[in-house]
C-alpha cells in the first residue's frame, strides 16, 4: 500500500506562484511512476503533469507548459509541483497519485493509489 498525502495548496493572485508536495509512504517511492491531476467543481479529473521512475522523463498537458515544473526526490520520498504565472483557470483541487506501472500516463485509472488533493485557488 501506498499512502499519499500533497500539501502546499492556497489562495494566491493571478500571476503568482505555488508549490505543492507530496509526500509518500508504504510502497518503496522509487518503484512509482508519479502524477498531478486536478478537478474543478463539475470537471472531470484531469492529467497535469508525471514524472518517471528515475526522474529524468517528465509530460505536462498543453495548458500548464512553460509554467508548471514537476519534480521528484527519491531519497526524500517526495514529487512536488511548482506552480508559476498561475491562472483564474488552474483553480481546483489538486492530487498527487502514484502508478506501479513504468509509463508516464495521463488516464486516472492508471494510477492506483491517490492522495486526500489540496484546493489551489487562484483570484483575478
Known amino acids: 500500500q501506498v499512502e499519499l498525502v500533497e500539501s502546499g495548496g492556497g489562495l494566491v493572485q493571478a500571476g503568482g506562484s505555488l508549490r505543492l508536495s507530496c509526500a509518500a509512504s508504504?510502497?518503496?517511492?522509487?518503484?512509482?511512476?508519479m502524477g498531478w491531476f486536478r478537478q474543478a467543481p463539475g470537471k472531470a479529473r484531469e492529467f497535469v503533469a508525471g514524472?518517471?521512475?528515475?526522474?529524468?522523463?517528465?509530460y505536462y498537458t498543453d495548458s500548464v507548459k512553460g509554467r508548471f515544473t514537476i519534480v521528484r526526490d527519491n531519497a526524500k520520498a517526495t514529487v512536488s509541483l511548482q506552480m508559476n504565472s498561475l491562472k483564474p483557470e488552474d483553480t481546483a483541487v489538486y492530487y498527487c497519485?502514484?502508478?506501479?506501472?513504468?509509463?508516464?500516463?495521463?488516464?486516472?485509472?492508471?494510477?492506483?493509489?491517490w492522495g486526500q488533493g489540496t484546493q489551489v485557488t487562484v483570484s483575478s
Open positions: 497519485a502514484a502508478s506501479v506501472g513504468t509509463l508516464i500516463l495521463a488516464n486516472p485509472s492508471a494510477y492506483g493509489y
Open positions: 514524472i518517471g521512475r528515475n526522474g529524468g522523463v517528465t
Open positions: 508504504g510502497r518503496t517511492f522509487s518503484s512509482s511512476v
